[in-house]
Nanobody, 119 residues
Framework: QVQLVESGGGLVQPGGSLRLSCAAS????????MAWYRQVPGKEREMVAS?????STNYADSVKGRFGIARINAYVYLTMNSLRVEDTAVYYC???????????????WGGGTLVTVSS
């Protein structure tokens, strides 16, 4: 089994910055990709940013130029700048992993961390 644990959420004013962290641990043979998603009540979960095994990144249009994703080994970070009220959401860490106990490629999710952007 693999565990993903997020940290770094909280309350920030519009225009402010925040950095989220996610640590993956457990039966990891290799990591195909890691990503951040977010969800607000009543809406579908949406991809915010992703980074693959070649460290190529992809961003949602709504966060391009403001958010940055980075990965070091089994850790992934999301740096969020120029935050807007509409960035308020629960942010989830996601990882696509070659699991040596499952003996197959498996997708895992963290429990989420709340980011609130408000004055």
């Amino acid at each position: 089994q693999v565990q993903l644990v997020e940290s770094g959420g909280g309350l920030v004013q519009p225009g402010g910055s925040l950095r989220l962290s996610c640590a993956a641990s457990g039966s990891i043979r290799s990591i195909y990709s890691m990503a951040w998603y977010r969800q607000v009540p009543g809406k579908e979960r949406e991809m915010v940013a992703s980074i693959n095994h070649e460290y190529s990144t992809n961003y949602a249009d709504s966060v391009k130029g403001r958010f940055g994703i980075a990965r070091i080994n089994a850790y992934v970070y999301l740096t969020m700048n120029s935050l807007r009220v509409e960035d308020t959401a629960v942010y989830y860490c996601n990882a696509d992993i070659d699991d040596y106990i499952q003996q197959r490629r498996t997708e895992y999710w963290g429990g989420g961390t709340l980011v609130t952007v408000s004055s």
